[in-house]
Structure formats: C-alpha cells, structure tokens
C-alpha cells in the first residue's frame, strides 16, 4: 500500500477539480492510503526565492504560514497527485505557491516515487494544457518519477459541470490502478 497525497489547487469547495480528485482518492483508497489536501483550507504564501531554507536549522522557510503542515504530509508520501483547474493556461496561484515552496533542502526528505497530473479547463483548445504537461514532464525527469497517469478534462467551467463526464471514471479508474 502506498501513501497518496492528492495536492488539490481550487479554491472552490466541491467544485469540478475537487470532484475529480475525490473520484480518483475514492478508486485509490481501495489500495492505498490517501489523503487529500486542499489549498483552500491552507495558507500558504508565495516563495521569495531568498534561500534561507538552505541555510536555516531544519530547512525551514522563514515565514511563518501553512506550508509546515504540508510539508509534514509529503514527508510520508510514496505519489503526489497534482489536481488544478487551469487559470489562462496554468495551474492554480495558490497551487503554485505550494509547488514553489518545495524549492527547498528539505524536499531531499520525501519518499515520492510516482506523480499524477488531474487538470480541469473550461476551454476546448486542444493546446490548453500543453504548458502544464511541459512543466510536470520536466518535473518527472528532474526527479526521476514515475508518470502514472493524467486526467485532463476540457469544457467544464461552471459548478458541477463535471457531473456526468466520463472523466470522473477515469480518474477512479487510474487511482484503482495504483498498487
């Protein structure tokens, strides 16, 4: 069994990325232990880039916010499931800042072998989520991790919409898949 963290970026309380996540912890939990983390119950601010963490007892960033506790929660995780509504071709500013502040010494503690990337975008381009698949390969390959699968869901934009879409089986469908 393996420890999942599920890194949800909306701030919007059961909205559609939260119900793609929850379909993927749902299939997941069948094998796994899993734990979702929302951004929206976590303050955390943006990195600044100072490096003190490099430098400080523990590696611990010098401002004072949420990121400890999930720090905490990575620490135990064997996979991190990246789950975002997509804002102008990127994921989620406070899911970034999450991503962000895992530029630190610290990370070289985590046991995460395996990543998967869980995006929702109201467009139907068929670029629209290009960038973000260059950002997580070039994370794979920093890091050396197992891709084990995307879900990329085009077209939902409102509250709800994903209700219905296929997507919501493929996201159980791929958390199952984890052993």
Do not use: W
Not at 90 to 96: D, P, R, T, V, Y
Request: net charge negative; aromatic share 8%.
């Amino acid at each position: 069994m393996s420890n999942i963290v599920i890194l949800v970026g909306s701030m919007r309380k059961n909205g559609n990325t939260d119900l793609l996540a929850q379909a993927f912890a749902e299939g997941a939990r069948e094998n796994n232990f899993v734990e979702i983390v929302s951004v929206a119950d976590y303050k955390v601010n943006p990195c600044i880039g100072c490096n003190s963490c490099f430098t400080r007892e523990g590696n611990k960033c010098f401002q004072n916010d949420d990121m400890d506790g999930i720090y905490e929660k990575l620490k135990v995780a064997d996979m991190v499931v990246v789950a975002s509504p997509v804002y102008f071709y990127g994921i989620s500013a406070e899911l970034k800042a999450v991503i962000d502040r895992l530029h630190t010494p610290m990370r070289n503690e985590f046991s995460i072998k395996k990543l998967a990337l869980l995006l929702v975008g109201a467009a139907e381009l068929p670029e629209l989520f290009d960038a973000i698949k260059l950002q997580y390969q070039l994370v794979l390959n920093f890091f050396h991790l197992e891709d084990t699968g995307m879900v990329l869901v085009r077209g939902v934009k409102d509250k709800g919409d994903i209700k219905g879409n296929a997507a919501l089986k493929e996201a159980y469908d791929l958390g199952l898949s984890i052993k």
